[in-house]
């Protein structure tokens, strides 16, 4: 037998080390449990919120505030002044009258008889122009006019016709019964003498009994006819005088192929080349007359209900101030303005030129005490209805409203809203429009 092999193993205590390596656990609401991101994420919402906290601290509950530099804008203090109820104008000079020659029905343009700067008489030729297809028109239109006419003169020669030839036919009956009046009366002697056949005497009676009957029925016949002519008559006499004027006027077609001066006077305007072609109706010249010079300005559509004819005004020509006055508003507005013209108080100055300009100013009323601000760009957004009031110490400025009254180009008059001695933003409010209040930083 094998002596049994004896494995004896002896183990010893380890010795006691803590246990470093061991993940601490956090709660999940402890912000040092929470990942890099996160944080990041959390401190930018914070910032945000801080910010907008402290924005709307500085701006209250009211609205919004703006920051803007206190030299970019323009301050102006309320005043107790005189209000000047003035407003520019800037006039140019043009002819009083002028006179439109326009083409009637166009053509082709042959001779030019006067030139730009002439003076003309009324009814002297100034251009001739040749039309072939008006030709040919006015010789069509001559002849249909040629062919009512002649008719409608038929018509009334076969009116006086047939008054003739009924007062022919009554005067024949009347002389057949005096003629058979006396036959039969000589037939009846004859026949009680027997002298006669009783068949002549009754051929003689019985004419004289048709004449009889027919001499009613002839004469109505031709009442009728008079009526019928005394009525269609001035119709036709009317229509023909309706057909030759109607040729005059084609005739006078052809005579406006030579354009004539409507007035005497100068012709300010011609632009025409010999040979070229000008439709119907369009400009080929305008005459002045000798009836002196105006001036015409162009108004803000502020002004047009209280700009009114013969409303004084001042303009500056050469130095001097000379008094005109309104003489027409036309009401219509273009571009934001509308156009009135004025007439010289006393006599056209002498040195006046047609497209020459000149400065001046309309008065709308009297000079009057008011509350006045200086007028600015703010007004073209606010249209007078608020305005940025500064603070007493200017280091802020605030939303009022307002109502204003008259304004000019430098006066704007303060109705309520604002008091003498206040300061107010008067530049551009672009971009203000919904601010209420602005900070102004240095």
Same mark, same amino acid.
């Given at each position: 037998?094998?002596?049994?092999?004896?494995?004896?193993?002896? #183990?010893?205590?380890?010795? $006691?080390?803590?246990?470093?390596?061991?993940?601490?656990?956090?709660?999940?609401? #402890?912000?040092?449990?929470?990942?890099?991101? *996160?944080?990041?994420?959390?401190?930018?919402? @914070?910032?945000?919120?801080?910010?907008?906290?402290?924005?709307?601290?500085?701006?209250?509950?009211?609205?919004? @505030?703006?920051?803007?530099?206190?030299?970019?804008? #323009?301050?102006? =203090?309320?005043?107790? #002044?005189?209000?000047?109820?003035?407003?520019?104008?800037?006039?140019?000079?043009?002819?009083?009258?002028? *006179?439109?020659?326009?083409?009637? /029905?166009?053509?082709?343009?042959?001779?030019?008889?006067?030139?730009?700067?002439?003076?003309?008489?009324?009814?002297?030729?100034?251009?001739?122009?040749?039309?072939?297809?008006?030709?040919?028109?006015?010789?069509?239109?001559? =002849?249909?006019?040629?062919?009512?006419?002649?008719?409608?003169?038929?018509?009334?020669?076969?009116?006086?016709?047939?008054?003739?030839?009924?007062?022919?036919?009554?005067?024949?009956?009347?002389?057949?019964?005096?003629?058979?009046?006396?036959?039969?009366?000589?037939?009846?002697?004859?026949?009680?003498?027997?002298?006669?056949? +009783?068949?002549?005497?009754?051929?003689?009676?019985?004419?004289?009994?048709?004449?009889?009957?027919?001499?009613?029925?002839?004469?109505?016949?031709?009442?009728?006819?008079?009526?019928?002519?005394?009525?269609?008559?001035? +119709?036709?006499?009317?229509?023909? $005088?309706?057909?030759?004027?109607?040729?005059?006027?084609?005739?006078?077609?052809? /005579?406006?192929?030579?354009?004539?001066?409507? *007035?005497?006077?100068?012709?300010?305007?011609?632009?025409?080349?010999? !040979?070229?072609?000008? !439709?119907? &109706?369009?400009?080929?010249?305008?005459?002045?007359?000798?009836?002196?010079?105006?001036?015409?300005? $162009?108004?803000?559509?502020?002004?047009?209900?209280?700009?009114?004819?013969?409303?004084?005004?001042?303009?500056?020509? $050469?130095?001097?101030?000379?008094?005109?006055?309104?003489?027409?508003?036309?009401?219509?507005?273009?571009? &934001?303005?509308?156009?009135? +013209?004025?007439?010289?108080?006393?006599?056209?100055?002498? @040195?006046?030129?047609?497209?020459?300009?000149?400065?001046?100013?309309?008065?709308?009323?009297?000079?009057?005490?008011?509350?006045?601000?200086?007028?600015?760009?703010?007004?073209?957004?606010?249209?007078?209805?608020?305005?940025?009031?500064?603070?007493?110490?200017? =280091?802020?400025?605030?939303?009022?409203?307002?109502?204003?009254?008259?304004?000019?180009?430098?006066?704007?008059?303060?109705?309520? !809203?604002?008091?003498?001695?206040?300061?107010?933003?008067?530049?551009?409010? @672009?971009?203000?429009?919904?601010? +209420?209040?602005?900070?102004?930083?240095?």
């Amino acid at each position: 037998m094998g002596a049994a092999r004896l494995e004896v193993t002896c #183990s010893r205590p380890e010795p $006691n080390i803590p246990q470093m390596d061991r993940p601490i656990q956090y709660p999940v609401w #402890s912000p040092l449990s929470w990942r890099p991101g *996160v944080k990041a994420a959390i401190g930018i919402g @914070t910032a945000i919120t801080v910010a907008l906290l402290a924005a709307w601290l500085i701006a209250g509950t009211g609205g919004r @505030t703006f920051r803007i530099p206190a030299e970019q804008v #323009s301050i102006a =203090s309320v005043e107790r #002044s005189v209000f000047h109820d003035l407003i520019p104008l800037h006039t140019t000079v043009v002819p009083r009258e002028t *006179v439109y020659v326009d083409a009637v /029905d166009g053509g082709r343009v042959d001779r030019l008889l006067v030139e730009a700067g002439d003076i003309v008489e009324e009814g002297q030729p100034m251009i001739e122009i040749s039309n072939a297809n008006l030709a040919l028109q006015v010789i069509q239109q001559e =002849s249909q006019l040629n062919q009512a006419i002649s008719q409608l003169q038929q018509n009334e020669i076969a009116l006086e016709q047939n008054d003739l030839s009924n007062a022919r036919a009554l005067a024949e009956i009347e002389y057949n019964l005096v003629r058979l009046e006396r036959a039969a009366a000589r037939r009846a002697r004859l026949s009680i003498k027997g002298a006669i056949a +009783d068949e002549q005497r009754d051929e003689i009676t019985d004419e004289l009994t048709y004449y009889r009957d027919l001499r009613p029925i002839q004469a109505e016949s031709g009442r009728r006819q008079a009526s019928m002519r005394e009525r269609l008559l001035p +119709d036709i006499r009317h229509q023909l $005088n309706n057909l030759r004027s109607n040729l005059a006027v084609v005739h006078d077609r052809l /005579d406006s192929l030579v354009i004539r001066a409507p *007035v005497s006077g100068k012709v300010t305007s011609l632009d025409l080349q010999v !040979g070229e072609n000008r !439709g119907p &109706g369009e400009r080929l010249a305008e005459v002045t007359p000798d009836a002196g010079m105006k001036l015409i300005a $162009n108004v803000d559509q502020f002004h047009l209900a209280r700009v009114r004819v013969g409303q004084p005004a001042t303009v500056n020509i $050469n130095g001097n101030p000379i008094d005109v006055s309104v003489r027409r508003v036309l009401p219509q507005v273009r571009n &934001g303005t509308f156009q009135i +013209d004025l007439d010289f108080d006393a006599a056209n100055p002498s @040195t006046l030129v047609a497209g020459a300009t000149a400065e001046g100013r309309l008065r709308l009323g009297e000079d009057t005490p008011a509350t006045v601000i200086p007028n600015g760009p703010f007004l073209e957004r606010t249209s007078g209805a608020w305005i940025f009031l500064v603070t007493p110490d200017g =280091s802020a400025a605030e939303r009022r409203e307002i109502r204003i009254g008259r304004r000019t180009t430098e006066q704007i008059e303060i109705l309520s !809203g604002l008091s003498a001695g206040d300061r107010v933003i008067t530049s551009d409010y @672009t971009s203000l429009d919904r601010v +209420d209040h602005i900070v102004l930083t240095n």
